[in-house]
């Protein structure tokens, strides 16, 4: 042995070493050129992000199966780095600038984008050094960055190519527009939020007819009634939409209303999504400021060109194409800002000053109470960098034809060549996939990929890679000036998969070699944003699938299952509890906490739990050292014939198989409980206990270096078998128990390639199993632990039999049974205890009141029965789990299985009484 281990060990000291050792020498990409490729690639975090406990989870989850894949073999790469996120990046930048009251206008974009360089050098490696905190074993030495050189030339190519298939044009449609940020976003920027908010009721008036005479509705009301939560769009409105199935507008569809303020003239169309159920029937159709309505103009045939803007890139009211706004208006913004009213106040003033207004008539104290609108909590679409309310805005922007790369993923997943688990998210996957539309990809920003689109004075379009074959294709002479939009980030990080690996240098020996990649681990928020158009982007520029299996985890929640949020202060900080508990306890809480297809609640109670897992596997390392147990130079299960150690061989093997199972399906939490099981019950538990004994004698006894030699070689099977999900604390061990040729990263997964005498092992389970029976019954009836019991099997098997005549000194020790005999029990009160199908008869005349025990237990049963009923009828009134909070519900829940277990547990206890 080459140190002797201190009675507890530090994890922030044990962590900060090893994670230094393992990068500097290499550890994390050992050279192995001819073995077989496994290759993940991290999901790039924002080079300006924090580690948050979903980064936790989703990187747990793939250190866990790269340090697998490298155990076994394999040529492991976990390619890292970091996206340049374009939004998050400049808002970092701009806000410094602000501070030292300057700002991005004041600098070209060149000088710009270069004091964004400047940040990033400085400031953004903080997430790849907390990457580092929680072990993640990434090839640093190829860290990447979508705005490299390379990378950056791969985003470019792939934009011209799509351009010229086709698949890539210029079109105007409705985005996603940050009035603050003046920019498009993505719908994964975009956070709904619930607020207070209005719903007004307007009268349109039914144009005349042909002759000028009025026209009216058949119940005589000459207008319409339309509602809106924003009614400064009614300056933009194009028409009013009616159900062709509702009777009741039959005779209008294909008329007018004018428009009130504006005077403009608007149809009256046919349209399905107009509700005859939802308040009266009519919808105002504002085409170029709501989606839906954008759907419905296009149906009703009113071109995008066509569609009426009000609202510059700060949301603030602008001239419509037909000049109807009244100035008053002009200028304002949208709403109410900074203390002073916009566009929506003057509206509901002019209408109801009109007689357009159609007020909200409410009871109280039996008087009619009129309100000008009904209030409502309604959902709406926030900037989750700006901040301020998302507007629908009609803009020329760059797309892509999702639809059409969207076809060879479909059929992939379709297929079988690429595997979604789990499986259940195959038919959203699906749903997504044959109703996409356009994905918009320019945005309004300096930093980022400038789209490679040069534009003639005449509006002509040349995209290509540079400057100079734009201008070789329009011409000598002809200036050009080139767009001045950036690529949505998902467009670069879209080529992770391959651009990483060299692409497009085709012979590129990672691109050969890990493309495609084996397995993508991601969190399902961004199966669509991310992973489809991975796909997407991989058949098109590869020809191919990007990886053969996506892993879909879902979040990580608050305790009470609440969704995590800065504005709940319900936020867990990862590095936080790293520092408390250390990585390795954070670490296997997540791996044994994610179960496919759930998402996992935060507790910190069972982090802590794993960190006492690891007290117990340390202190059991120091057992063994202090008997001169050590490192073992073997693979291969060394030879054995004490029972013990052919039984903890055999649990070796049936563990190992467990976890590679586990492994195979992507059931992290199966494989997280193997080996917690087996290192904490089979081995700590039993197996040294088993071995005690034989250490009290000769310590050079055939027996005793036996089982220094097995019991070394199992500890070090369990050092391997738990680095994937404890790599500290394993790798201290690996080296603290004995001077090793290498590092346990790069160790040999087990084969225990051993053969166990079956009757051996037997032997051992039978004992296990009648202790924990002895045990179990005696803390039912209150009996000491460590009192001796007489115990009587009328009718041994034969696994009984045997064992009691060669382990009758065991069977003491672990059970406190003795003496045991072979034969029937005298008469007296008795319990019963089981060991496979052996029944033993234990008298307990002098050893418990019987009739005060069974007076004990049945008052228990009756509370504990009394209390499950009462609890299975709150659970199954559904008034409860919907009116009550969470957490009632859950621990109702709780109490009720609590209470099941104890009816259960103490009918056991009577009817051991007799």
Known sequence: ?????????????????????????????????????????NPPPNVTGSLHIGHALDNTLQDVVIRYERLRGKDALWVVGTDHAGIATQMVVERQMEARQDKRTNYSREAFVEKVWEWKAESGGTITNQLRRLGCSMDWSREQFTMDPHFTKAVIKTFVDLYNDGLIYRDKRLVNWDPKLKTAISDLEVETQTIAGSFWHFKYPLAPDENGNPFTLPDGRDYLEVATTRPETMLADMAVAVNPADERYASVVGKHVILPLTGRRIPVIADEHADPELGSGCVKITPGHDFNDFEVGKRAGIAAGEMLNMLDAEANVCQTADGLVPEEFLGLHRFRKDGEDGARELVVRRMKEQGFLIPHIVEKDGERVEHDAEPRQIATPFGDRGGVVIEPWLTDQWYVNAAELAKKPIAAVRSGDIQIVPKTWEKTFFNWMENIQPWCVSRQLWWGHRIPAWFAEDGRCFVAETAEAAQAMAG????????????????????????????????????????????????????????????????????????????????????????????????????GLIDRYGADALRFFMAAMESQGRDIKMDEKRVEGYRNFATKLWNAARFCQSNGIGASDSIKAPPARLAANQWIIGEVAACVAEIERAMADLRFDAAANAIYQFTWSKFCDWYLELIKPVFAGDADSPPAVETRAVAGWALDQILVMLHPFMPFITEELWHKLGTRPYELIVAQWPKPEAEVSKEATDAIDWVIDLTTSTRSARAELGIAPGAKLAAFLASPSEVAARTIARSSAAIERLARLAPVTIGEPPAGPAMQVTAGEDVFVIPLEGIVDIAAEKARLEKALATSAKEAKSLEGRLSNPAFAEKAKPEAVEKARADLAHHQGEVERLTAALARLG
């Open 1 to 41: 042995m080459t140190d002797t281990l201190p009675t507890t060990f530090d994890p922030a000291e044990i962590e900060a070493r090893w994670y230094a050792h393992w990068e500097a020498k290499g550890c994390f990409r050992p050279e192995r050129p001819d073995a077989e490729a496994f290759t993940i690639v």
């Open 476 to 575: 000598e002479g002809v200036a050009l000036t080139q767009d001045e939009d950036v690529l949505d980030t998902w467009f670069s990080s879209a080529l992770w998969p391959f651009a990483t690996l060299g692409w497009p240098e085709g012979d590129s020996p990672l691109l050969q070699k890990h493309f495609p990649n084996s397995l993508l681990i991601s969190g399902f928020d961004i199966l669509f944003f991310w992973d489809a158009r991975m796909m997407m982007m991989g058949f098109h520029n590869m020809g191919q699938k990007p990886w053969d299996r996506l892993y879909l985890h879902g979040l990580v929640r608050a305790a009470d299952g609440a969704k995590m949020s800065k504005s709940k202060g319900n936020v867990v900080d990862p590095l």
